[in-house]
């Protein structure tokens, strides 16, 4: 994972420069406009967009989508007692956070609980302690459990099965979910797997990128950013 990153910006610029760069496609189809022009009739499909929310973070601090403007943003759910899969998935994620570490402004990293009852802001904080988890742009996020799962099952749609997010409720998805900076899903990845995670990494720059190349400084942009990755 050390060399993924400066590898990924090379790529990047690489294929930037030959104007066909992957960009990773839109997911939740909602509708489709109809738009009349001038005579002309186009249509046009609008994405599922991520409404707002607010948690608390393993600070202690309330957050919100508000406070990660402009920044892509990973998601995953987990829960701190989990003997199974949980471990791995954070350990995955201490990677990508690693190859970012030194653009915090770029990438916002969000592991929501789904155990929150349990999972206290004290909970999480020594869990992020044990993983290695900086804060700066990774919070560990507990709430209400029924506004945590109606976000998983009908905003992030990790979960094909409906539930009232009472006791008996429970959602457990080695699924990571990219969110780009308008705040649409643009990728789900196997958070086990470690081709899925290295997608998932150049992925990121990817979206980040994608609307900036055509801007002036543009690249002297790219180049300054995947030089920290060095």
Not at 80 to 107: E, H, V, W
């Amino acid at each position: 994972m050390a060399i993924l990153v400066p590898l990924t910006g090379y790529l990047i610029v690489d294929h930037y420069g030959k104007n066909v760069v992957p960009i990773p496609k839109y997911y939740i189809p909602e509708r489709v406009d109809t738009i009349v022009k001038n005579g002309k009739t186009t249509y046009d499909t609008v994405f599922h967009q991520i409404r707002d929310f607010k948690m608390t973070n393993q600070l202690g601090q309330q957050v919100s989508l508000k406070d990660m403007e402009g920044k892509v943003i990973l998601v995953d759910f987990f829960f701190t007692s989990c003997p199974s899969i949980c471990p791995t998935l954070t350990k995955n994620l201490r990677k990508i956070q690693s190859a970012y570490g030194k653009t915090d402004t770029l990438l916002q990293i969000l592991s929501f609980s789904v155990d929150p009852v349990r999972d206290s802001v004290q909970t999480l904080r020594k869990y992020g302690y044990d993983y290695k988890v900086n804060p700066d742009n990774w919070w560990l996020l507990t709430g209400d459990k029924k506004e945590i799962y109606d976000l998983a099952r009908h905003e992030f749609f990790v979960s094909v099965t409906e539930g009232d997010g009472g006791p008996d409720d429970f959602i457990h998805t080695e699924k990571l979910i990219l969110i780009d900076k308008n705040r649409h899903i643009r990728g789900y990845y196997n958070g086990l797997d470690s081709n899925a995670v290295k997608q998932c990494a150049t992925d990121i720059a990817t979206l980040y990128l994608e609307k900036d190349r055509h801007r002036p400084g543009f690249w002297k942009f790219l180049k300054g950013l995947f030089n920290n990755f060095s």
